[in-house]
């Protein structure tokens, strides 16, 4: 069963994540794991702070959704690197029935350990280089809710608050 994915409001979401001091089983089974639930949910990225662990690791996948043959885990990614500009339409897996225009940099270079510990360095632009920004953001506590005017965040806010009540209050019907 795939893990479940936090959304948002969830505390953990906004917390920045600790490195990974040491790359573990258990870190390469977590990444496993990630990866089946972002497949699970249509995504293109996950970080483990999405998965309720609190820690500096990321899957992502541009190939599908129907390949999924581009699988990349990075460990304790940084963005050593940022040019240009770009705006692209962005959701998220955290943040639930929510798109919207996000500007970012357009080209990035990232430094990261892979899950044999080996340094990488990649270098990206157009959607990778925005899933890297937008993945590495969720290790520092950033969703790209964070990113957008506070109109458009009010109003995604206040959806938020609404679906919460009716959760809160399907629950006391149902007596859960």
């Not at 089946?36 to 609190?54: I, K």
């Amino acid at each position: 069963m795939p893990l479940e994915i936090l959304k948002y409001p969830h505390p953990v979401l906004a917390k920045k994540a600790a490195p990974v001091t040491k790359i573990t089983p258990e870190i390469r089974q977590l990444a496993a794991e990630m990866a089946e639930a972002m497949y699970a949910n249509q995504g293109v990225g996950l970080a483990a702070p999405q998965v309720g662990r609190s820690l500096r690791l990321v899957v992502i996948d541009l190939s599908g959704p129907e390949k999924r043959e581009g699988l990349i885990t990075l460990v304790n990614p940084v963005i050593t690197a940022a040019s240009g500009e770009q705006e692209d339409e962005e959701g998220c897996l955290s943040v639930r029935d929510y798109r919207t225009n996000v500007r970012r940099a357009a080209n990035v270079t990232v430094t990261a350990l892979d899950l044999d510990g080996k340094a990488m360095e990649i270098e990206a632009d157009a959607l990778f280089a925005v899933c890297l920004q937008h993945e590495i953001d969720h290790l520092d506590g950033v969703l790209f809710i964070d990113r957008i005017s506070r109109l458009k965040r009010a109003m995604y806010d206040k959806r938020v608050k609404r679906w919460t009540r009716q959760q809160q209050e399907q629950a006391d019907r149902t007596g859960s």
